[in-house]
T-cell receptor
């Protein structure tokens, strides 16, 4: 199984809502990532988990809160978002954590709209 | 920190060749190439490590000049399926990864 799954596919939320994005992989990968992608722009790295520990936080606002409950699951908790947070949120995983970066496998993304 | 790609966009007829360039102001330890089709996730093409290597993947190949901090992606005899946005990417260590600015490639019949 070389698939990364993400749920939900689409999410519309108000600025006062709390919601969560979910990502799952069963490839035994030890690194997992959250990226944010605006239209016609490259994906921007938000967080990296290595061996279930947060290793990189790219100065992301605290209204985004990542969580890695186990080696296969990655969540992104959303609270009090702003309209400018509307974007495609991509999850990815790679085999290694530390050392040269391997190929990243991406999920299909969650299209988030904040009203 | 983000690598810069050129051109920003290119339109090709089927069978034509294209070159996409990726340049960084910081030292490159490796270069990754991904392709993203509209509405889909990025898909890995190849990784090039230090050493000036060149790799191939079907009719898509790439080179990496670490001294110039540049990489180029070569697409030969383009097919309609090659359409999409191509991103280079570089790592900073610790799985910290930055995508390049992107190149939109459209292949027309």
């Amino acid at each position: 199984d070389t698939e990364v799954t993400q749920t939900p596919k689409h999410l519309v939320m108000g600025m006062t809502n709390k919601k969560s994005l979910k990502c799952e992989q069963h490839m035994g990968h030890r690194a997992m990532y959250w990226y944010k992608q605006k239209a016609k722009k490259p994906p921007e790295l938000m967080f990296v988990y290595s061996y279930e520990k947060l290793s990189i936080n790219e100065s992301v606002p605290s209204r985004f809160s990542p969580e890695c409950p186990n080696s296969s699951l990655l969540n992104l908790h959303l609270h009090a978002l702003q309209p400018e947070d509307s974007a495609l949120y991509l999850c990815a995983s790679s085999q290694g954590a530390g050392g040269p970066l391997n190929e990243q496998f991406f999920g299909p993304g969650t299209r988030l709209t904040v009203l | 920190q983000q690598p810069v790609q050129s051109p920003q966009a290119v339109i090709l007829r089927e069978g034509e060749d294209a070159v996409i360039n990726c340049s960084s102001s910081k030292a490159l330890y490796s270069v990754h190439w991904y392709r993203q089709k509209h509405g889909e996730a990025p898909v890995f093409l190849m990784i090039l490590l230090k050493g000036g290597e060149q790799k191939g993947h079907e009719k898509i190949s790439a080179s990496f000049n670490e001294k110039k901090q540049q990489s180029s992606l070569y697409l030969t005899a383009s097919q309609l399926s090659y359409s999409g946005t191509y991103f280079c990417g570089t790592e900073r260590g610790g799985n910290q990864f930055y995508f390049g600015t992107g190149t939109s490639l459209t292949v027309i019949p």
